[in-house]
């Protein structure tokens, strides 16, 4: 903002507008990129749907990041071990996303993002070590050591994955939101996706569904600023945000600032309320971003941006350390208790890797197993290859 630093204006998130809502500021948006906030920054915590949290719960999201970040961290070290093979695609500056919009959820709610997963799936409640091991290929994982880093899942916990396709998700999003209101269940569908997956064929398609037959589900651009490692100017087409790609198909839209949790909780609220009681889909875009390349395999990660860049956002704009200092500011938690709990995070985390480790490898025999639920389940359909349909 004029006449101020990014840290002043970013101090906290606390500071408030004196208008109405957000303000465009004059210089274009995500430019080659730009750190500068792209909308004035207001006070969300005094929302009807932040004013109810405990200071239990305020801790709670602050426990739910560090823990992310810490199994993220010594995941990569694993990665660099050889404790692990293909992709590892890290959630490290974007804990705030997934932490603040499945708070929201309720018991017929559901989520299904991209391959970049990890934050969701702990943020869902997956333990580390189910995950840890799935990381590692271990037959004690999540997904017995077939899916590896991009296909955590948790069907337990309405959590659907975890796809490596590119939008792949999109449409599988719609139908979890179809499957609801087709049950005449109160609940929504949280579709994720990042900025990359945007002009995608399949993502357009989904929301002209979900606009025309109102689906309940709300898909929201994790936007880290990086489509891999081509940035949003010279990859999307755009007026002055993503999400109002929206309008095209007669479906809300907001933009959120995904450094403060007060905010992403508010605007997912309303989002989330439209889809269960209006079933009308909306597109949120919540700008993020990530302090580590596309995956551990990007060589190029400080090439397309400076590291003076990605310093200025681990400086002024780490969604962890800004809600660690507005809970201080508040008097829910101390210097020292937060250190407590970083390091309860790390002790965690290695019993995770220790587990994982230690786990039995997935059997050779089991190799075929899990392809097929028909085959697994030996019906009919299965043991002859023929599928009846309305019988």
């Avoid at 357009?204 to 489509?227: D, K, M, Q, W």
């Avoid at 395999?297 to 400076?306: E, G, I, P, S, W």
């Avoid at 508040?330 to 786990?359: H, R, S, V, W």
Wanted: hydrophobic share 35%; aromatic share 10%; proline share 4%.
């Amino acid at each position: 903002m004029p006449g101020r630093s990014a840290e002043e204006s970013f101090r906290f998130g606390l500071a408030r507008s004196r208008r109405a809502g957000y303000s465009r500021l004059d210089s274009q948006f995500m430019q080659d990129p730009s750190a500068d906030p792209p909308f004035a920054v207001m006070d969300f915590s005094s929302s009807p749907v932040n004013r109810s949290l405990s200071a239990e719960d305020k801790i709670g999201f602050y426990r739910s990041m560090v823990r992310i970040r810490r199994f993220e961290h010594l995941a990569l070290g694993q990665y660099q071990k050889d404790k692990m093979g293909g992709f590892l695609h890290l959630y490290i500056g974007q804990e705030s996303v997934a932490v603040g919009t499945v708070s929201l959820m309720g018991a017929h709610d559901h989520t299904i993002t991209a391959y970049r997963d990890h934050g969701h799936a702990l943020a869902v409640g997956m333990g580390m070590d189910e995950c840890m091991a799935e990381l590692f290929g271990k037959a004690s994982g999540c997904s017995k050591g077939k899916g590896g880093s991009m296909h955590f899942f948790a069907p337990d916990k309405n959590f659907w994955g975890g796809h490596g396709i590119v939008a792949g998700q999109t449409p599988l999003g719609l139908g979890l939101g179809y499957g609801l209101k087709y049950k005449g269940l109160p609940g929504c569908a949280l579709c994720f996706l990042g900025d990359g997956a945007i002009n995608q064929g399949a993502f357009h398609e989904s929301l002209n569904l979900a606009s025309l037959f109102e689906i309940p589900v709300v898909y929201i651009i994790e936007n880290n600023g990086y489509s891999m490692g081509t940035s949003q100017l010279r990859s999307s087409a755009y007026r002055d945000c993503l999400a109002q790609r929206a309008e095209a198909y007669n479906m809300a839209w907001d933009l959120i600032n995904g450094e403060d949790l007060y905010e992403i909780r508010a605007k997912a609220h309303i989002a989330m309320e439209r889809a269960r009681k209006e079933h009308r889909p909306s597109l949120l875009e919540i700008q993020t971003y990530r302090y580590y390349g596309h995956s551990v395999a990007d060589a190029n990660a400080d090439k397309y941006r400076t590291p003076d860049e990605i310093e200025r956002y681990k400086t002024y704009h780490d969604p962890i350390r800004l809600w660690e200092r507005r809970l201080i500011e508040e008097g829910l938690l101390t210097t020292e208790e937060a250190k407590a709990i970083e390091k309860e995070a790390t002790k965690e985390t290695a019993a995770a890797i220790k587990f994982a480790d230690n786990a039995p490898a997935p059997k050779i025999e089991d190799v075929l197993h899990d392809v097929y639920w028909e085959v697994d389940e030996d019906t009919e359909s299965g043991n002859t290859g023929r599928h009846f349909f309305n019988d």
